[in-house]
T-cell receptor, first 114, second 113 residues
Framework: AQSVTQPDIHITVSEGASLELRCNYS??????LFWYVQSPGQGLQLLLK??????LVQGIKGFEAEFKRSQSSFNLRKPSVHWSDAAEYFC????????????FGQGTELSVKP | SQTIHQWPATLVQPVGSPLSLECTVE??????LYWYRQAAGRGLQLLFY??????ISSEVPQNLSASRPQDRQFILSSKKLLLSDSGFYLC????????????FGPGTRLTVL
């Protein structure tokens, strides 16, 4: 069955420290991969996406993610976290044969210590 | 550019009352449309999706229904709300071909008392 796993429910990092949020997927087709961010009480905003080509993709707000097919992973990284990065982060997977539907992970809540 | 609107932003309703949430997309045509629900502290649950007018699929059995009266309008309804219907409702759109990314509306916070 298709699935997306975000192993960490909650992560706390200090401001200025590096960040890595994990995402693992199980998908039969060639996946399209996404990371979204959600601030409290708001909708989801697309951070970055991967379809093909270079496996290291750059997104908005200084985030990047690396697609590793051998590990079925698409981890999100940021070299230096800012207090404004505190939010919920969702990984999602889609494919051409799914009619546009995406499968979302359960999310990782990021807290940032001053 | 495309924009997506949801109305209302917040809603407090008594148990057993009806519900109508509206989602409207501007700047595109024939989008795929989606309704999600987020319960407190949980991820996104896909409720309905639509690939066209009169083409709506339900993902989970529940007392909610969806309709698409116009190409870019998606309505979530209930005849009688339950306490368990409380949550944050998100509408989203995308294309079924191309890059597939979904674009989300600002959401509606529903509290059923």
């Amino acid at each position: 069955a298709q699935s997306v796993t975000q192993p960490d429910i909650h992560i706390t990092v200090s401001e200025g420290a590096s960040l890595e949020l994990r995402c693992n997927y199980s998908y039969g087709a060639t996946p399209y991969l996404f990371w979204y961010v959600q601030s409290p009480g708001q909708g989801l905003q697309l951070l970055l996406k991967y379809f093909s080509g270079d496996t290291l993709v750059q997104g908005i707000k200084g985030f990047e993610a690396e697609f590793k097919r051998s590990q079925s992973s698409f981890n999100l990284r940021k070299p230096s976290v800012h207090w404004s990065d505190a939010a919920e982060y969702f990984c999602a997977v889609g494919a051409d044969n799914q009619g546009g539907k995406l499968i979302f992970g359960q999310g990782t809540e990021l807290s940032v210590k001053p | 550019s495309q924009t997506i609107h949801q109305w209302p932003a917040t809603l407090v309703q008594p148990v057993g009352s009806p519900l109508s949430l509206e989602c409207t997309v501007e700047g595109t045509s024939n989008p795929n449309l989606y309704w999600y629900r987020q319960a407190a502290g949980r991820g996104l649950q896909l409720l309905f999706y639509s690939i066209g007018i009169d083409q709506i699929s339900s993902e989970v059995p529940q007392n909610l229904s969806a309709s698409r009266p116009q190409d870019r309008q998606f309505i979530l309804s209930s005849k009688k709300l339950l306490l368990s219907d409380s949550g944050f409702y998100l509408c989203a759109w995308n294309r079924d071909r191309g890059h597939l990314e979904q674009f989300f509306g600002p959401g509606t916070r529903l509290t059923v008392l």
